[in-house]
């Protein structure tokens, strides 16, 4: 007989982008850390920076390094103006990306803002064991997210795979 699939609580670092922002008026930054601890998931970290791609690349690249940090979500700076550096800043550092989470998170934007899905340049992957997302600043956004794609995907008990089940596969190897 198999052994039950318990909930194994990750531990998540939360980066805000948007220079335009102070934790105050982080909307984005507050939802997903309510929607991270109400799953039942700790929050290691949480940053503000502005949206400059050294800076981004500089604190996730501390968080990927740190064997504590489970899990990476960013918000903002995914767009397409000159400012949103947050993909440049991030993939470079992924030792695969997960391509079919961006094209995934399009699809469900679709249904609330239609065309403008289209400039969602959201991504994620993983590097050194740890999974990164890299969500839009909008709120709304990183509720879809969360809520419809990773929450799933970091409890274990989701089934038919989840990739909590595939960091523990990787963190043993």
């Known amino acids: 007989m198999s052994e039950p699939c318990v909930f194994i609580p990750l531990k998540i670092a939360v980066l805000t982008v948007p220079d335009t922002r102070s934790e105050a008026e ?4 507050h939802l997903l850390v309510e929607r991270i601890t109400a799953a039942g998931h700790g929050i290691h970290a949480r940053r503000i920076v502005k949206d400059d791609i050294y800076q981004i690349r ?3 690249s501390q968080w990927i390094a740190d064997e504590a940090v489970n899990v990476i979500i960013t918000t903002g ?7 949103d550096g947050t993909p440049e800043a991030v993939r470079p550092l992924l030792d695969k990306v997960i391509e079919g989470f961006g094209e995934l ?5 679709w249904e609330d803002i239609r065309t403008s899905a289209l ?5 994620s992957g993983v590097a050194n064991g740890c999974y990164v997302f890299c969500l839009p600043g909008s ?10 794609i990773i929450s799933a995907q970091l409890d274990r008990r989701h089934r038919p795979c989840n ?10 190897h």
């Open 26 to 29: 982080d909307k984005s930054g």
């Open 58 to 60: 500089a604190v996730v």
């Open 77 to 83: 700076g995914t767009g397409v103006t000159g400012r």
């Open 105 to 109: 998170f399009r699809m469900l934007s």
């Open 119 to 123: 400039q969602s340049r959201c991504l």
């Open 139 to 148: 709120s709304g956004a990183c509720q879809t997210a969360w809520d419809r």
């Open 163 to 172: 990739l909590a089940e595939l960091m523990l596969r990787l963190r043993e």
